[in-house]
DNA sequence: CAGTCTACCAAGCGCTTGCTTGGTAAGCAA
DNA sequence: TTGCTTACCAAGCAAGCGCTTGGTAGACTG
């Protein structure tokens, strides 16, 4: 049997696992014994990497919005106008929800009930930090005149319908990525039609 | 003890209770024995009403779709144009899920997976129904120049935005549902700011 | 007024759950 | 070589789960 001490690949594993099986299943369907047969232990065992099953699913929570405000942030600093910083966020976060971070964005979005209001607090600054580029954004578009609402009505409603792609979208239909934060943008700003997107990333509002 | 044969008003206060209870903690945080003490009963007895839990859960979101559905044929036909009539679905099915049927449909738009794959089917058709009132409502405001977007992605958009609302609206706030249609409409539609809401629903396109 | 049905209780069964315990082999440091 | 640490296994515990069983009081039916 091999031993691999000081090395927290397991340890990654399982959280990497959790992410998988928790979106699939979801958190209350998926049991302690599941994640252990995912990387090769015993049920038992997962608990020495974990004080309880809460904590995976916060260490998931965790690593996945720490990846999510770094990917924003960059996103938000490439763009020079205030509709192509939009419109760069949006993409973002489809992208945050359909590529290889799809698992533990899902669960941030859609599991978020599943931790105790104790470790929700302990997330809550890490969120709103999130948020918080997203409101700069709307707000400079509100002040511009490219948005017509209040950015955190905008937001609100804009968490909501990216969110629930993960419910419909399939990045080997018909429709790019891309093409759908156009549409996004659009509807948004409520001027744009869908294909666009490029033009406008980089150039002038 | 109070028996009341013939009337089965236990059962539907038992669905009333799951509806409260699997909104509130999640179908899978909620045991029989909770659903029992909810309307005075002993865990057991919930077994001569329903064949099994995930019965009660089909309850629940059956009744709830069929009221859906329901309500948003009325809300459709009430209207004269085709703005209005896509003003009042909005309203409609932000008063679906925040007005007293919202247990029911908050757990129709997110425990939708705690439902068994057979059982899904099962409700699928009545779901399809109430989508299909969507679609040909937006796909009459697309031909109508209303709106930019392909109807099932507007839609799609649109279920996200508006079903995510449960997470953040509070009725008692100072945003008004008819208003916050009103700020949804203008997105879909490109044109409308707040407050306009009751101007446009009955008025020409 | 006997027979049937409805709506429940009391008890508990079999199973799964998250988690604990005690032990051990392998790796590392001196 | 000794001693400590890490990463696991083997076994199982207590609690809770959905659900079943057998029985019964009251209401309804002929």
Known sequence: ??????????????????ARLFRKQGYERTSVRQLAEAVGILSGSVFHHFDSKEDILLAVMSTTIT?????????????STTRGRLLALIQTELDLLHGNTRDGVSIIFFQ????SNANQKELLAMREEYERIWLDALQAARDGGALNAEPFIARRLLTGANGWTIYWYHRDGALSLDELAGTILGMLTGSLSRGQA????GSEV
């Open 112 to 115: 978020w009930n599943s931790l």
């Open 67 to 79: 990846t999510m405000i770094e990917r924003l942030r960059e996103a938000a600093g490439s763009a």
């Open 198 to 201: 490029e033009v406008i990333r």
């Open 1 to 18: 049997m091999t031993r691999t001490p000081r090395q927290d690949d397991r340890r990654d594993r399982l959280i990497e696992a959790a």
